[in-house]
């Protein structure tokens, strides 16, 4: 059975730090491009930063340029998204997400959401003072 679980979110100081983690089971993430998404009250859901399965290319919104880092270590089959210098505008529910090989670009598939197949159950992040 396919799984995936956020963890790590929770509140958080403009300025300060988080880092999530995306677990996966049933499956080897290395095989699979994985994307961080975020959705927050009354928005849609959009791409903040992905990677491919392939070559590790990555894709990071304007947004978040500079200050979230995506990574993968496949030995634990874990991904990871580093976001630093939080903003208020930053609060929102994020997800992880999985997606097998497609031929396609990794920035087209982060800009949409509709695109991939397996989704964790979310994990809260409040950017808050």
């Known amino acids: 059975q396919v799984q995936l679980v956020e963890s790590g979110g929770g509140l958080v100081q403009p300025g300060g730090s988080l880092r999530l983690s995306c677990a996966a089971s049933?499956?080897?993430?290395?095989?699979?491009?994985i994307g961080w998404f975020r959705q927050a009250p009354g928005k849609e859901r959009e791409g903040v930063s992905c990677?491919?399965?392939?070559?590790?290319?990555?894709y990071y919104a304007d947004s978040v340029k500079g200050r979230f880092t995506i990574s993968r270590d496949n030995a634990k089959n874990t991904v990871y998204l580093q976001m630093n210098s939080l903003k208020s505008e930053d609060t929102a529910v994020y997800y992880c997400?999985?997606?097998?090989?497609?031929?396609?670009?990794?920035?087209?598939?982060?800009?949409?959401?509709?695109?991939?197949?397996?989704w964790g159950q979310g994990t809260q992040v409040t950017v808050s003072s």
């Open positions: 997400a999985a997606q097998p090989p497609v031929p396609t670009t990794v920035q087209t598939l982060c800009v949409v959401p509709l695109l991939w197949d397996y």
């Open positions: 049933g499956f080897g993430l290395d095989y699979y491009g």
């Open positions: 990677i491919s399965n392939s070559d590790g290319s990555t």
